[in-house]
């Protein structure tokens, strides 16, 4: 019986260092598995604050992308605007150059006439010169 005792003395001190063996692995583990929690809680905080600041950009790029189209359309109207005026302009001088054209002519015409009516007087002058001589000489 006493070499049972020792023997089970024996088996219940190997236990003991078994189960002192497993509980210092399973401290070692549990401690490993925290520092690894802390570490992917750290990770996650940095992405989730990453995140957030994508997001602030994001939305900051949303804010300035309206407000370049905004800007864009207000100068695509006032490039229609200055379209439209200068359609107008472009049609005021084709009617204003048309105008010019037919002054052009018309004072043309009065030239021409006046021209005529010119020579006819110098012709007129030309001949109660010749005879006002004829009479001056006959008075002579």
């Given at each position: 019986?006493a070499?049972e ?10 236990v003991q260092?078994?189960i002192?063996?497993?509980?210092k ?11 690894e ?5 750290k ?17 900051q790029q ?9 800007k864009?359309?207000a100068m ?5 605007e200055?379209e439209?005026d200068n359609l107008e ?5 084709r009617h204003k150059?048309t105008?010019v ?6 004072l043309?015409?009065k030239e021409?006439?006046?021209l ?13 010169d010749?005879?006002l001589?004829?009479?001056?000489e006959?008075?002579?």
């Amino acid at each position: 019986v006493a070499m049972e005792t020792v023997s089970l003395e024996h088996q219940i001190q190997s236990v003991q260092r078994h189960i002192a063996f497993l509980k210092k692995e399973q401290m070692e583990l549990l401690h490993d598995l925290h520092l690894e929690i802390l570490r992917l809680q750290k990770h996650c905080s940095e992405l989730t604050h990453d995140l957030e600041i994508k997001e602030l950009e994001a939305r900051q790029q949303d804010v300035l992308d309206r407000e370049l189209e905004e800007k864009c359309r207000a100068m695509e109207a006032q490039l229609q605007e200055k379209e439209k005026d200068n359609l107008e302009l472009r049609k005021e001088l084709r009617h204003k150059e048309t105008l010019v054209a037919a002054l052009r002519s018309s004072l043309r015409n009065k030239e021409r006439r006046f021209l005529e009516e010119l020579k006819r007087r110098s012709h007129r002058v030309t001949i109660l010169d010749t005879e006002l001589q004829k009479q001056t000489e006959a008075a002579a």
